[in-house]
């Protein structure tokens, strides 16, 4: 059997749009004389819905768009994910399934199994979990169809399993010699080494072929990277898709025991973390301009490395004719930033407009004098100035109708090092799930093609610029210190003794995580960012913001 799959970037609820999607490449597979195409979970819809799947008309429109993909599709066999409603009177509404059908028929349904409830994931919301691990005889195989969680619970891999079942287990057992999982997995560093050990041990373990058809695209803050796979029976990579695009890769099951036929449909991915972070930054920030209506984005530039970085993102997502460029200097900007801006947006092409905001912040000054008559000047005036650039962002921002992109890294947001309503101020965050260092690894991977970013802004000590001489390292550990810090922290669960026990100082240590805490009210009204390690801020973090839970108030 000759099996494509289509890794498609759906739009949320723009049915007409996926429809469109999946027809294109169903066609293009049966130019090339598939008798299979194999799609993603919830494709019709998008992933994730959230809570649309709480409107009738949603789902309704769901179906519709499956029943016109069943009379529209002939001389092919289709599988592919959409939202189900459960008959029942009783549990939830819907089911997270997936469907292979042929000719307008409907052959096979299966409904996922394990709904996960972690991080951005919150399925148990939504849907009824299915209670069938079959498997379906199709042109000389017997396929176990499983929808992305029902694939994550093998107990070789996992050493502690949240769900009591193992579907892949199962379907094998009802005599499946070909497993399929359509799925949603999320990028983030780390996970598609995790995917493919995961998918090549169980293939290998089963002694059967298994295809792993994902999403690709960016939907508000959750990217998926696609690289679809398949693994022969001896868990070995036969065919691939390439990552952050869509991609269509065909291979004929029959063959599989050749698998040196198959070398040539290894599409290339990334060869390094900072590659994939960089493509999925790029691919993130163009599918929420492009899907939530605008064509153009505006950045506030420093002549620092973040607004640097963030330019060079916009430019390569969508064009230096959609970007434009502002720099604000004060009393305290540096020669060097004024150059460094002008040669930067040189380099990349965009606009460069400069707009000075010392008349601005000492028209504020004398209106607020009387109030503050009593106080010394300190954070707040520094404030007082990101927050007038916050409001020329947002003026130009309403005036041509581009997206402000807001510029403040992982390290920043997570200690609070930030102005609210001034340089958090944007409609998406771009590299607010990007440690310092991991900004500085960007700079230097975007410059090996060319220098597009002045090597003086990478090489300067960072500073916002706010007072006289000024540095981050004045208020913050350094970078390379804080973001080992943060990672533990935030991303590996560990509490102050742990981090302490790895090294760090103590005091440092204690005063880090009474920031990351401190400052989570910031982080709620902060723009949307694109998740690209294990725990991003945002809705998968989910911490209160009125508490007083301190290690010593056991």
């Known amino acids: 059997m000759k099996i494509a799959i289509a890794q498609i970037n759906p739009v949320i609820g723009d049915f007409n749009h996926n429809f469109d ?3 294109r490449f169903t066609d293009k597979a049966i130019e090339l004389s598939c008798d299979l195409v194999v799609f993603s979970e919830l494709v019709i819809s998008g992933y994730p819905p959230r809570d649309l799947l709480e409107k009738n008309d949603f789902i309704d429109a769901n179906l519709a768009c499956l029943n016109r993909l069943l009379t529209s599709i002939r001389g092919i066999g289709v599988i592919c994910g959409f939202a189900d409603k459960n008959p029942a009177d009783k549990g939830k509404p819907l089911y997270n399934s997936a469907v292979l059908f042929e000719d307008g028929d409907i052959l096979h349904k299966v409904q996922k199994r394990l709904l996960p409830t972690y991080d951005v994931f919150d399925e148990r919301r939504y849907f009824e979990p299915g209670q069938e691990s079959t498997s379906y005889p199709y042109k000389g195989h017997r396929i176990g169809l499983t929808v992305c969680e029902d694939a994550w619970n093998d107990k070789d891999i996992f050493k502690r399993r949240i769900y009591p079942i193992d579907p892949v287990a ?4 009802a005599g499946a010699d070909l497993v399929i999982n359509v799925s949603a997995s999320p990028f983030f560093i780390g996970n598609r080494e995790f995917r493919l050990n995961m998918f090549g041990s169980m293939a290998r373990k089963y002694g059967i072929p298994l295809i792993f058809a994902n999403q690709v695209g960016g939907n508000d803050s959750v990217l998926f990277d696609g690289i679809s796979t398949v693994f022969d029976n001896n868990g070995n990579i036969v065919a691939r898709a390439r990552d ?10 029959e063959a599989l025991e050749s698998a040196e036929s198959f070398r040539a449909d290894l599409h290339t991915i990334s060869s ?4 994939s972070i960089l493509k999925s930054l790029v691919m993130g920030t163009r599918d929420y301009v492009v899907k939530c209506g605008f064509s153009k984005a505006v950045v506030g530039l420093s002549g620092g490395i973040d607004s640097a970085v963030t330019a060079c993102i916009a430019v390569t997502a969508l064009g230096p004719e959609n970007v434009s460029a502002v720099f604000m200097p004060s009393q305290y900007t540096s020669k ?8 930067l947006a040189k380099n990349l092409g ?10 601005m912040f000492k028209e504020f000054l004398r209106f607020l004098s009387p109030s503050f008559k009593e106080s010394e000047p300190g954070i707040t005036e520094q404030n007082i100035q ?3 650039r916050g409001t020329i962002l947002m003026g130009l921002s309403n005036k041509y109708g581009s997206l402000v992109l807001s510029t403040g890294n992982k390290s920043e947001l997570a200690v609070g090092y930030c102005t609210l309503y001034g340089d958090m101020t944007g409609g998406l965050a771009v590299i607010s799930d990007v440690p310092k260092t991991t900004v500085y690894d960007l700079a230097r991977f975007i410059n090996q093609e060319k220098e597009y970013i002045p090597p003086r802004i990478i090489s300067k000590a960072p500073s916002a610029e706010l007072k006289p001489d000024q540095l981050d390292q004045d208020d913050l550990p350094p970078y390379d210190t804080l973001d080992s810090i ?4 935030i991303e590996d669960f560990k509490g102050a003794d742990e981090l302490v026990q790895m090294g760090f100082d103590k005091k440092i240590v204690e005063e880090v995580i009474f920031r990351v805490d401190r400052n989570e009210y910031k982080r709620h009204q902060a723009a949307p960012g694109l998740k690209v390690t294990s725990k991003a801020f945002g809705y998968g973090r989910r911490y209160p913001l009125a508490q007083r839970y301190t290690k010593t108030s056991v």
């Open 350 to 359: 965009i606009a460069l407009d400069r707009i000075p905001i010392d008349s």
């Open 170 to 173: 199962l379907a094998v057992q």
């Open 244 to 253: 952050f695009e869509e991609d269509l890769v065909v291979f004929d099951s």
């Open 386 to 388: 990101a927050r007038v």
């Open 486 to 489: 943060l990672k533990g922290y």
């Open 21 to 23: 999607r999946i027809k």
């Open 272 to 275: 390094s973390d900072t590659e």
């Open 336 to 343: 060097d930033n004024f150059e460094d801006t002008e040669e």
